[in-house]
């Protein structure tokens, strides 16, 4: 383990043009935050790849949880903010652009804006939040340079260097919870932080955590990308649902804080309550409002 603290701590030494975490170890607590700082025994931990994914996937049975007197964590991978040192692939300034428009009223910082954001949403479902330092995967390097890339295969160094580290981070995060219940993204769709973060999640149920897979949405939404996930997942995959019923509101009033992304995301704030309330009504076949949750058996 300690091999791995001082090679990470080197590479972070070399600046922010790395997109290596510098969280392992003892260099951590310096560098991932904390809402609460809490001594708090999570009862469950979700891992959110992206800013918005744990509201979006399973905001009803968070705040439903939390409701109910269990404390919940969600722990967000990418969160660490791109300096301008960060060279931007043309692809990456375009999202930024798309994104600058969305966010121009709120001012000029998207990503202290997304924190907001992240922020109200995780208050209004009740959780705490530990952010990590990852850059997201468009700043790592030049080779998720359009949609197709990123929604593809993994690049060799996030396997070989990434995945080994989110994977050290989650274990040190989930040790003192050992009774607690893991949420991995299913990574539906396939964008390749989801993939990074689901394989962890397989290798801590692997080493006797109590792990399961949230769909993401909205991806899971569009039209076979659920199934086509499942099939490539070489374990076998039970699901269980979750009744939201009493959350809903909960979960589509958390989505709303993410002003910067329901445009891009749902085509607006009426689009998304509907596609929302659609999914959960789907998922439940037509007998109450769910979300789904798949396990490894
Ligand atoms: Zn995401």
Request: proline content about 5%; aromatic content about 10%; charged content about 30%.
């Given at each position: 383990m300690s091999d791995q603290s001082s090679t990470t701590q080197k590479v972070s030494e070399k600046g922010e043009q790395r997109f290596a975490p510098t969280i392992n170890g003892t260099a951590f607590q310096t560098h991932s935050q904390h809402s609460a700082r809490s001594t708090q025994h999570y009862q469950h931990i979700y891992i959110s790849p992206h800013f918005d994914d744990v509201p979006l996937s399973c905001g009803g049975q968070v705040a439903a949880q939390t409701r109910a007197g269990e404390p919940a964590l969600v722990v967000t991978v990418?969160?660490?903010?791109?300096?301008?040192?960060?060279?931007?692939?043309?692809?990456?300034?375009?999202?930024?652009?798309?994104?600058?428009?969305?966010?121009?009223?709120?001012?000029?910082?998207?990503?202290?804006?997304?924190?907001?954001?992240?922020?109200?949403?995780?208050?209004?479902?009740?959780?705490?939040?530990?952010?990590?330092?990852?850059?997201?995967?468009?700043?790592?390097?030049?080779?998720?340079?359009?949609?197709?890339?990123?929604?593809?295969?993994?690049?060799?160094?996030?396997?070989?260097?990434?995945?080994?580290?989110?994977?050290?981070?989650?274990a040190k995060i989930a040790a003192p919870h050992r009774q607690a219940t893991l949420y991995f993204p299913l990574a539906v769709g396939n964008h390749v932080d989801h993939q990074l973060a689901h394989i962890a999640g397989r290798e801590l149920a692997a080493r006797g955590y109590h792990v399961l897979f949230y769909e993401d949405f909205p991806y899971a939404s569009r039209s076979d990308a659920l199934a086509e996930r499942v099939a490539q997942i070489p374990d076998q995959l039970l699901p269980t649902l979750t009744d939201i019923s009493a959350t809903l509101d909960d979960k589509i009033a958390a989505i709303a804080a993410y002003g910067s992304q329901l445009g891009v995301l749902f085509g607006g704030a009426a689009a998304m309550r509907d596609q929302v309330r659609s999914y959960a009504t789907h998922v439940a076949h037509g007998d109450g409002l769910a979300e789904r949750y798949w396990r490894i058996v």
């Open positions: 990418c969160s660490r903010v791109p300096t301008n040192k960060v060279k931007r692939t043309p692809f990456a300034a375009q999202m930024e652009a798309e994104w600058r428009v969305t966010i121009a009223a709120n001012g000029p910082n998207i990503y202290l804006t997304r924190r907001i954001e992240e922020e109200n949403a995780l208050r209004r479902l009740g959780a705490e939040h530990e952010w990590l330092d990852y850059l997201d995967a468009i700043y790592r390097g030049k080779a998720y340079n359009s949609d197709a890339a990123l929604f593809g295969k993994l690049l060799p160094a996030d396997l070989k260097r990434v995945l080994p580290w989110l994977t050290s981070d989650f």
